[in-house]
């Protein structure tokens, strides 16, 4: 009998080779597989695809005028290989589509060189709010260079809030938009940023790292927006995000949380860091809301 029929005749009988059960494994290989690149799909997809996410923040004693006042805010933009420029363009115009009253800039526009900052600044100069745009840096932005990225933003329009403040009036009542500098790089002053200010007014801190929330908290600022974190960038089942990039727990690496009277909103950022990768935490666009309570 030759070989090869014998061989054959070996392996149908043999029980670990008997049809059926490769067929069951074949399909469940299959199976796994094709579930497998759907999800990566689904993955790869979420990493470019921005989340406009509405949050109302009720303060006391705002005034009656600002009932109802928009800020839409934009945060770790990372423009880089990871996001091009024509993602950003996308950006910029599904914030202007929302017509917000304000637009609030929280910091890392680029990543590692000066090359990206003059053409993000440029885009980011085509943002429109009835009452303007601000912003202040990140810690990438002060290893890039503080100054290049200060002055092509203000060559654009956009003021830099640097441990200052402004207020943004309507009719004759105001609220305050104050501006920190990075805490990771020592860039910091929240006594010069809340200047001139009182504990009665409402004050919005514009601060790039979260960690700022206590000393916020303690100086009664009545909203902080931040970014960041990138709300973790990768959310685990069960676990949530490993790294929370966040020293005061990770109920302040993502969206709406509160500090005593402080409350803080953590934006999800639009780019990437380290890997060009996210995983249930897509882009964020916030749109918030400010309510009299």
């Known amino acids: 009998m030759p070989i090869a029929r014998i061989l054959n005749r070996h392996r149908l009988s043999h029980p670990k080779a008997k049809r059926p059960r ?7 290989l299959l199976e796994f597989t094709a579930d497998f690149i759907e999800r990566a799909n689904l993955e790869v997809e979420e990493t470019y695809r921005f989340q406009i996410d509405r949050q109302d923040i009720a303060i006391d004693g705002l005034p009656d005028d600002f009932h109802g006042f928009t800020i839409a805010q934009l945060s770790d933009i990372h423009h880089s290989p990871y996001l091009s420029l024509e993602r950003l363009e996308e950006a910029v115009a599904e914030t202007n589509a929302l017509r917000p009253d304000i637009v609030v800039l929280t910091g890392d526009y680029v990543t590692h060189t000066t090359r990206y900052v003059e053409p993000c600044a440029e885009c980011l100069g085509r943002l429109r709010a009835r009452f ?5 840096l990140g810690n990438h932005d002060v290893w890039v260079g503080a100054s290049a990225v200060t002055e092509a ?4 329009g956009i003021p830099v809030l640097n441990n200052s403040n402004i207020p943004i009036y309507i009719g004759g009542r105001f609220i305050y938009l104050c501006g920190l500098g990075d805490t990771t790089t020592r860039n910091h002053d929240l006594v010069a940023a809340l200047k001139g200010t009182r504990r009665r007014d409402t004050r919005v801190l514009l601060s790039h790292n979260p960690n700022i929330i206590k000393e916020a908290s303690l100086a009664e600022c009545d909203l902080v927006l931040s970014g960041h974190t990138h709300g973790g960038q990768v959310k685990l089942p069960v676990i949530g995000a490993p790294i929370s990039f966040n020293r005061h727990g990770k109920q302040y690496t993502r969206g709406w949380a509160q500090m005593k009277k402080t409350q803080i ?6 780019g990437t860091i380290f890997l060009p990768i996210r995983y ?4 964020e666009i916030s749109l918030l809301r400010l309510v009299r309570r």
């Open 265 to 270: 909103y953590v934006n999800r950022g639009l």
């Open 132 to 136: 303007g745009v601000f912003a202040v």
């Open 280 to 283: 249930q935490c897509p882009p």
């Open 22 to 28: 490769s067929l069951k494994q074949r399909d469940a």
């Open 153 to 156: 933003f203000e060559r654009n």
